[in-house]
């Protein structure tokens, strides 16, 4: 009786899960949205550390027999992954508050928050060389092992990278050659390449300059205290969406669904926005989280991109990558 009971308990707990692939803790502020979503919604969805195209791939891998309730990954991921269909359709509440060219029109991803890339800085790692403000600046001597970035062939937020440096350095979508003349001059500086997110070793000064988004610097400095500078570079950069999508025949649907509901309600977009991050829904972000970005004048320079285009050529720039610089 009392292991019938024990049982019966269990499963109710596991029914009460929905199961993430990409909800890092240390990304985002993911703590903080997955506490909320447990408390609002009574769902718990279990920290994961997956990047978006590890994310992807262990989707598809499981395609018959699916694990994962739903993914959060760069927007290249999401078309991608509804190209591969391994994602189903949901128009969650908050659905036409998004603007049209963050969701697809048919509910297979949608946009929750999005990000601008440039320099993450541990000005006191430094130990008294200059914050650098370019993307050639990196290319100085004076930075041999201090810089760092995902792997561009297989995390979103490295390949968004390459993206906005080999737009900002006179490079297209169809063209990455400036991008990847660019990455091979950086090696003689020794780069450090992790495939994961890396913001706790930002902040330990293990990598005093790391290519990120501005949500994460200004987390750094304002939530974290630490010494951390946020450049966008004077060439120029690029702004992306991250975007969710419920997993075609998941386990925990209805679970996921309720997930879903709730990063897009004022209180789940509101948890982006007191995360530095700029939630879909503007009207999220508070005057005081506002005032701790960096001027409009700044932002002018991060440049529009074709995110469809962005996903279509980004296989080919992975093969590219891994065949010249690995």
Known sequence: MVAAVALAASAHALAQNAICYNCPPEWADWATQIKAIKDKTGVTVPPDNKNSGQSLSQIIAEKASPVADFTYVGVTFGIEAKKNEVVTPYKPAGWNDIPGDLKDPDGYWFTIHSGTMGLMVNVDALKGKPVPRSWQDLLKPEYKGLIGYLDPASAFVGYVGAVAVNQALGGTLDNFTPGISYFKALQKNQPIVPKQTSYA???????????????????????????????????????????????????????????????????????????????????????EAQSRFLPAAEYARAKPVDYGKMAEVQRKFSERYQAELR
């Open 201 to 287: 070793r930002l902040l330990s000064g293990e990598i005093p300059i790391l290519f990120g988004y501005d949500f994460d610097a200004y987390r750094a400095k304002y939530k974290d205290k630490a010494n951390v500078a946020f450049v966008i570079p004077s060439e120029g950069t690029v702004t992306v969406p991250y975007v969710v999508s419920l997993v075609k025949n998941g386990p925990n649907p209805a679970n996921a669904k309720k997930v879903l509901d709730f990063l897009l309600s004022n209180e789940g977009q509101a948890i982006w926005a007191n995360a530095y991050l700029r939630p879909v829904r503007a009207s999220a972000i508070s005057k």
